[in-house]
């Protein structure tokens, strides 16, 4: 099985950026398909990206055109990069890493890292 650490999350204000860090091991990186999720205060975790081992990627659309997730296979690492930040993507990101080629729902997401927390200040 695989274990995630994620690191890089802080505090930003509005309009900021910050890039978002998981590294995996204890398998083979590119047998998993790599994703983030988040959860806000009192609300339930929600999907933010995904990244297969072929580079193909999806969004939510609450994030589109603002978040990007890459893979670095070299390095066993999935990132988040966020830009235009807003105090309602403030959250505990979580990176999570399902096993296979295709993703068809969260639910396919075994592995889970501890959270990282994202503070955007108004």
Not at 9 to 19: A, D, E, N, P, Y
Not at 20 to 39: E, I, K, P, Q
């Amino acid at each position: 099985q695989v274990q995630l650490v994620e690191s890089g999350g802080g505090l930003v204000q509005t309009g900021g950026s910050l890039r978002l860090s998981c590294h995996a091991s204890g398998d083979t990186f590119s047998n998993y398909v790599m994703g983030w999720f988040r959860r806000a205060p009192g609300k339930e975790r929600q999907f933010v990206a995904s990244i297969r081992t072929s580079g193909n990627t999806d969004y939510a659309d609450s994030v589109k055109g603002r978040f990007t997730i890459s893979r670095d296979h070299a390095k066993s690492t999935v990132y988040l990069q966020m830009n235009s930040l807003k105090p309602e993507d403030t959250a505990v990101y979580y990176c999570a890493a399902a096993r296979g080629l295709v993703v068809l729902g969260s639910s396919d997401y075994k592995y889970w890292g501890q959270g990282t927390q994202v503070t955007v200040s108004s």
